[in-house]
């Protein structure tokens, strides 16, 4: 649930998901200074690294193996996203944590209708996908209220 939560605040609020995700879970478990601490645990390396590897960026953008593992990442990042969508649709749309409780399957006739619109409005319309997230969330909330 507070995984939903968390990506739900990820799509709502710009920035990086990681300062998101660091300033939540910080808040979670120590408050304002909790908050403050993690996000700042997560900006500041980058702030150092970029400073110190500027003068090397030629040199970095011409290395072959480095640039093969940075392309390696990217494959493995689309990988873990595409499974954390899966997960979040299994758990709203059919109501099961995993593929092992496919046989108490429920289907959720007005998710999965959500779900199927934000798909086809965004393939073929290319709206943004915040705005997407936005109406999905109101229509949601709209229903669930009535």
């Known amino acids: 649930?507070?995984?939903?939560?968390?990506?739900?605040l990820d799509v709502l609020i710009p920035g990086p998901i990681a300062i998101n995700s660091a300033t939540y879970v910080g808040q979670l478990y120590g408050g304002f200074l909790g908050?403050?601490?993690?996000?700042?645990a997560v900006c500041v390396p980058s702030v150092v690294f970029?400073?110190?590897?500027?003068?090397?960026?030629?040199g970095i953008k011409?290395?072959?193996s480095?640039?093969?593992?940075l392309d390696n990442v990217k494959v493995v990042s689309i990988g873990l996203i595409f499974a954390v969508?899966?997960?979040l649709m299994l758990s709203t749309v059919f109501g099961v944590d995993n593929l092992l409780n496919i046989s108490k399957m429920s289907v959720d006739v007005f998710s999965l209708f959500?779900?199927?619109g934000t798909v086809y409005f965004s393939l073929k319309y290319q709206v943004n996908p915040l705005l997407l997230?936005?109406?999905?969330?109101i229509i949601g909330w709209l229903y669930y209220l009535i």
Do not use: C, R
């Open 1 to 8: 649930e507070q995984y939903a939560d968390l990506n739900a």
């Open 35 to 40: 908050a403050t601490v993690t996000t700042l």
């Open 50 to 58: 970029v400073g110190l590897f500027s003068k090397y960026e030629v």
């Open 62 to 64: 011409q290395n072959k």
């Open 66 to 69: 480095l640039n093969l593992i």
């Open 85 to 87: 969508a899966f997960i």
């Open 114 to 116: 959500i779900m199927v």
């Open 133 to 137: 997230t936005l109406l999905a969330g």
